[in-house]
């Protein structure tokens, strides 16, 4: 089977004010970012197609890489990629998750 390889990067200095520490919030944004797309290409990992997850976090704020999903197979990728859950989504669920209430100052 197939690898999938989904990467972003997220800068702690992009989440705005009201965490007790950005870098701290960053790292559980990508956490809460993986979980979600995991669930969102459960269906080809059960068919047999390894995803592999990196989430850069820096302690920066500007511009991020844009996502990216590539595998050997582009048709697959392509897959992949309609089947993620958009970063400004994950985003709106994580501020209002729990995860997300236990960092805010």
Not at 13 to 35: H, P, V
Request: charged share 30%; proline share 1%; hydrophobic share 40%.
């Amino acid at each position: 089977m197939t690898t999938i390889t989904i990467t972003a990067q997220i800068l702690d200095g992009n989440l705005g004010d009201g965490w007790r520490d950005n870098y701290e919030a960053a790292q559980a944004l990508a956490k809460f970012m993986e979980q979600r797309w995991r669930d969102d290409l459960a269906e080809l990992a059960a068919e047999g197609h390894e995803v592999d997850i990196q989430i850069d976090v820096q302690s920066a704020e500007g511009c991020v890489r844009e996502t990216t999903v590539d595998a050997d197979d582009a048709d697959l990728a392509a897959r992949a990629e309609r089947l993620l859950t958009d970063r400004n989504r994950i985003w709106e669920r994580f501020c209002s998750s729990p995860e997300a209430e236990a960092l805010a100052e």
